[in-house]
């Protein structure tokens, strides 16, 4: 169609219509614009009605660094960065499966002390199972959580807001406490994860130590009973006593150096999640030889100290032996430190800034494990050399002192394993987690949705705009002459528009309304169209032959026409109708009668004038049919003789049968011979003619009349239809006089002229009936 080619976006911002236009669209359209809007206005009401309510509970959450104590204001507290990917991953870990499955079975367990449970329509089971107890599994309530529990954090702060949702106010709060709650504790759990190991492994060496410390007992005193008390020298003593003290530390060496191994393969196993090729290279740089001799003359130096500090007893000053061995000490450990930074530069520079902290711990941990490795082998070296001395001791004498050394050392072992034990207890019970609890989830007292007025006035809005813009895409892409403007803006001369009337009960399609209806706003029009045909006439202009045309089939010419004819009867001008269709004649049917003798039969000369001039209804109104003129197979008309004609008309049938071609009769000298004697005998002559564009009937007799009236019919003829008919009006220079819009919906805004005038009128009336009756009333009270 031709209006896809201009733009849409012109249209909708008012360059090709204005408002009045707009206005007249809707208007048009007001039907469908109404049930479209009803439609989505009915469905947002049901839908807002029938939804169910939802209630919404919600736990406050704040999330803190790692091992930072709440109650404290860090002053290394994390980068918004840092800190947005922290709750990320807390909010990740929160709502997987894992966590769920965790929630789903504190919920079950909760579920058990509860009697009323018909407020947990999400937990409990429609369907009883005794397997369950009437709850849903473990599986399903993970995962209804997964669509019903939502973690989300404020923006700009370190604050997770955890919100459960149920059609039960009381259901929504149990599950947001509890899922809050068994986080805080798996997220606990996994914050004392390495004290707690270190916990468990200092009591397993803790019991371990006791059982064996018990036995040494037991073996030294069975020695004692069977072979004596064994007296010892001052100085073996004092062997016994320092192997006894260094044994005792070897052993707690091994312990930290064990625990130091479970703490960094824990480090390792996290940073090669991360990045695996940097502990290999953490793993290589702590291992160099520069920090190996180092902490191996850390530690000889520490354990000449302890050995120095030992001697106190025997009296011997070693206050001047000691701090020279702890200045050395603190040289060697400066040293050390500042290899270690260089260490930890180099790793910085290589790690992401979310595994920074774990490899600086990382760091740390591989000097301590390598200090505790070399410790320990010292350890062992000197007591090695003291295991030398303590053998050139007697035999029973180096019996007794075994178990001796024995006893002692696991007696100081065993205090070390405690006090650590203890130590370790301490610390897992003190670290805390880094979620709290911070406002617990209420019951809450009216439901958080659906918002039942925002869904219906959705509801309302939303039809009225799905009606407006298809309201306006339907106009878009309709073509169609609709309204009295679309005339006007041709520059076209608008004679009138008739409205749209029905025509359902007539039994021929076609109703003279100007007859059955004349107060009605079609026979108003048909009233300005006469008047404007007569203004015509008054100001000289030859207006006796009207043609009456259109540009397609099916736009209400034919009525146009007879209520014309009609109308200007009723104002006493003398007036001829002719059914110049004649390959779809319907003038026939509308004054319910035969179509023969006609305008073919007076042309081909078989008749007489007064044969084929009929009476109307009206008096000035007389009308003459098509005649006897149809098609055969070939498309060839011809006039044919039939049964009962001859009867009527005997002397006007020839034997022959002859050519009756619309095209060639209408260019026949009879025909022009013909108007111009109908000329002298009427005061108008309406001929009904066939569309312009279908059939060149029209063209022909145009040359015979004064002017032509193009009827135009509302939401039916195509603008292009109308633009190829008016550019062959132009070629063949027909003189037009004016469109005629047809059909027209009055409801569209223009009616108001014509009930304007009817009311006005209808006063009128009135008021000459009434001063008529009272002047009459007045008359009879005075006789």
């Known amino acids: 169609m031709q209006n896809l080619d201009f733009d849409f976006r012109n249209y909708i911002i008012g360059y090709s219509k204005s408002i009045k236009d707009y206005i007249l669209v809707l208007r048009t359209n007001l039907k469908p614009l109404i049930i479209i809007s009803t439609i989505i206005f009915t469905v947002g009401l049901i839908y807002g009605l029938a939804k169910s309510n939802i209630y919404k509970s919600t736990v406050t959450l704040k999330v803190t660094k790692q091992q930072e104590n709440i109650l404290k204001s860090s002053e290394n507290a994390p980068r918004t960065n840092d800190l947005d990917r922290m709750i990320a991953n807390e909010i990740d870990v929160m709502e997987n499966y894992a966590t769920r499955e965790i929630v789903a079975k504190a919920l079950v367990d909760s579920l058990e002390e509860i009697t009323d449970k018909n407020k947990y329509p999400l937990l409990i089971s429609k369907v009883h199972n005794r397997d369950f107890n009437n709850h849903k599994s473990i599986y399903e309530i993970a995962e209804i959580l997964k669509y019903h529990i939502e973690a989300k954090q404020k923006e700009g702060m370190d604050i997770v807001e955890l919100t459960a949702e ?73 062997l016994i006593s320092q192997l006894s003290q260094l044994d005792a530390q070897r052993d707690a060496a091994k312990i930290d150096l064990m625990t130091s191994n479970a703490i960094l393969n824990q480090y390792k196993e ?132 075994g178990y001796q050394r024995n006893m002692e050392a696991l007696q100081q072992l065993y205090s070390l394993v405690e006090q650590k034990y203890q130590e370790a207890v301490i610390n897992e019970l003190s670290q805390p987690g880094n979620i709290f609890i911070i406002g617990a989830g209420r019951i809450p007292e009216k439901p958080d949705k659906p918002n039942r007025i925002l869904i219906i006035l959705t509801g309302l809005i939303g039809g009225i705009l799905v009606g407006f813009f298809y309201t306006l895409i339907k106009d878009y892409f309709d073509d169609t002459i609709k309204t009295p403007e679309d005339i006007n803006k041709k520059d076209l001369n608008l004679l009138t528009w008739i409205p749209k009337f029905r025509t359902d009960h007539v039994e021929s399609g076609y109703r003279m309304i100007v007859l059955d209806e004349p107060s009605s706003p079609a026979s108003e029009a048909f009233k300005v169209l006469r008047a404007r045909i007569q203004i015509s006439e008054n100001q000289g202009k030859t207006s006796k032959i009207i043609l009456i045309s259109s540009a397609l089939a099916g736009e209400g010419k034919t009525m146009i026409a007879t209520n014309l004819a009609f109308n200007l009867a009723q104002v006493k001008k003398k007036t001829l109708l002719i059914d110049g269709d004649l390959r779809r004649p319907k003038v026939h049917k509308i004054m319910e009668t035969n179509k023969i003798p006609g305008l073919v039969d007076i042309i081909t000369q078989k008749v007489y004038l007064q044969d084929v001039l009929r009476k109307s209804k009206l008096e000035y109104l007389e009308f003459i049919c098509s005649g006897r003129a149809e098609a055969d197979s070939k498309g060839i008309y011809k006039t044919i003789n039939y049964r009962g004609f001859q009867e009527v008309f005997p002397k006007y049938i020839s034997s022959g049968i002859i050519d009756a071609d619309p095209t060639e009769l209408f260019a026949s000298k009879e025909m022009e011979n013909f108007l111009n004697e109908m000329r002298s005998h009427f005061d108008f002559i309406i001929i009904d003619s066939a569309p312009l564009i279908s059939v060149i009937d029209s063209e022909i007799l145009a040359k015979y009349v004064d002017y032509l009236i193009l009827v135009v019919s509302s939401e039916t003829t195509e603008k292009r239809v109308l633009n190829e008919v008016l550019t062959l009006i132009n070629r063949i220079n027909i003189p037009l006089y004016g469109i005629v819009l047809n059909n027209f919906r009055h409801r569209s805004g223009y009616d108001y002229y014509f009930n304007n005038y009817y009311n006005y009128s209808k006063s009128g009336e009135e008021n000459q009936k009434h001063k008529a009756r009272k002047l009459q009333h007045e008359k009879v009270s005075t006789n």
């Open 270 to 401: 996290d940073i090669k999640n991360e990045d695996p090729h940097l502990a290999n290279y953490l793993e290589s740089q702590t291992s160099q030889a520069y920090i190996d001799v180092l902490q191996k003359q850390i530690a000889e130096l520490q354990m000449n100290r302890d050995m120095a500090m030992s001697n106190k007893s025997t009296g011997l000053d070693v206050s001047e032996k000691v701090k020279d061995y702890d200045k050395r000490i603190n040289n060697l450990k400066n040293k050390l430190a500042e290899k270690i930074e260089e260490i930890k530069i180099g790793a910085y520079s290589s790690s992401p800034d979310q595994i920074k902290e774990l490899t600086k711990k990382l760091i740390e941990e591989e000097i301590k494990n390598h200090s505790l490795a070399i410790k320990l082998n010292e350890l062992q070296s000197m007591i090695n050399s003291y295991n030398y001395k303590l053998n050139k001791l007697p035999q029973k004498s180096m019996q007794f002192a």
């Open 166 to 238: 149920s059609q039960s106010g009381k259901e929504a709060a149990l599950i947001a406490n509890t899922y809050a709650e068994e986080y805080i504790k798996l997220n606990l759990e996994e914050n004392r994860n390495q004290l707690t190991t270190i916990r468990k492994l200092l009591e397993e060496r803790k019991q371990e130590k006791l059982v064996e410390l018990k036995e040494a007992e037991k073996k030294l005193a069975d020695f004692q009973e069977k072979g004596g008390i064994v007296a010892l020298g001052a100085q073996s003593t004092a």
